[in-house]
């Protein structure tokens, strides 16, 4: 079975300051992860993914992730947040689990991301 | 490419009425998900279609719900009769043969009265 825990269920920084946004995982297979931005009333955006290349993971937007599978951690960080970063973020796992048509994703419970001026 | 179209982008209904929500995958693709977010329980899949066939139905919550694919360009989730507690946004997502990555489309945002 596979979990994702998002440490932070809301997270505010000041515009131009770093973003960290932590994210936990288990999982019984060697899992991909993948992190997704939902602005206000919009759909889920694919910002990076890790499928078992580099440990390090540079998306859109200036964002990247760096997996360790020591932690099991796949955080989220940018090095100065701009206004337009304000959204919801949601860490996802998927496991390569056996069979057809597998690869079903598991999504965290989101982290709200807030950028004061 | 268009991305994943979803119809309609907001729906206001009364309880008892039927809803049909649509969504169009991204050409080429042979996988189609449909989820249901709400504040309190998240993102949750209700359904997996691989090749236009029902796979894991289990996050349907109940026989109010259906998903159909017809063809592997047009998927459609019905509630029928619709309950104030089936409010939420509705989301379908495609995804390549072989890939991981799933592509949200912009949802569909349900409201019953």
């Known amino acids: 079975a596979q979990s994702v825990t998002q440490l932070d269920s809301h997270v505010s920084v000041s515009e131009g300051t770093p973003v960290l946004l932590r994210c936990n995982y288990s999982s019984s297979y060697s899992p991909s992860l993948f992190w997704y931005v939902q602005h206000p009333n919009k759909g889920l955006q694919l910002l990076l993914k890790?499928?078992?290349?580099?440990?390090l993971v540079k998306g859109i937007n200036g964002f990247e992730a760096e997996f360790k599978k020591s932690e099991t951690s796949f955080h989220l960080t940018k090095p100065s947040a701009h206004m337009s970063d304000a959204a919801e973020y949601f860490c996802?796992?998927?496991?390569?689990?056996?069979?057809?048509?597998?690869?079903?994703?598991?999504f965290g419970k989101g982290t709200k991301l807030s950028v004061i001026p | 490419d268009a991305g994943v179209i979803q119809s309609p982008r907001h729906e206001v209904t009364e309880m008892g009425q039927e809803v049909t929500l649509r969504c169009k995958p991204i050409?080429?693709?042979?996988?189609l998900f449909w989820y249901r977010q709400t504040m309190m329980r998240g993102l949750e899949l209700l359904i997996y279609f691989n090749n236009n066939v029902p796979i894991d139905d289990s996050g349907m919550p109940e026989d109010r719900f259906s998903a159909k694919m017809p063809n592997a360009s047009f998927s459609t989730l019905k509630i029928q009769p619709s309950e104030p507690r089936d409010s939420a946004v509705y989301f379908c997502?495609?995804?390549?043969?072989?890939?991981?990555?799933?592509?949200f489309g912009p949802g569909t945002r349900l409201l019953v009265l």
């Open positions: 050409s080429g693709h042979n996988s």
């Open positions: 890790y499928t078992s290349a580099a440990t």
């Open positions: 996802v796992v998927s496991d390569k689990a056996s069979g057809a048509g597998s690869y079903q994703l598991t």
């Open positions: 997502a495609s995804r390549p043969t072989g890939g991981e990555t799933q592509y």
